[in-house]
């Protein structure tokens, strides 16, 4: 129906945040090790971009499907 506005889950925003909280720590901690490392040579700029975003939109990803089978189990 046009009129009417989608639920919103309580979760989302939980799950959302540790997702991100997450991501941000794999992110920081894949920069340091990339910084860190001499004895290879480190990665591209472009390439710890495209890394970085990606580790952070894989992080929020899975943690809203953790919330939805969260859901999922609380409902049954």
């Known amino acids: 129906m046009p009129g009417q506005e989608k639920q919103v889950s309580k979760l ?20 340091y090790r990339n ?3 001499s004895a290879a040579a480190a990665d591209p700029v472009w390439t ?11 992080a929020i990803y899975l943690a809203n499907l953790l919330r939805r089978g969260v859901e999922s189990f609380r409902k049954h």
């Not at 710890?48 to 894989?58: D, E, G, H, T």
């Open 12 to 31: 989302r925003r939980p799950f959302v945040v540790a997702g991100a909280v997450v991501g941000a720590s794999v992110s920081a901690w894949y920069l």
């Open 35 to 37: 910084f860190g490392s």
């Open 48 to 58: 710890r971009f495209v890394n970085v975003a990606l580790i952070m939109f894989v």
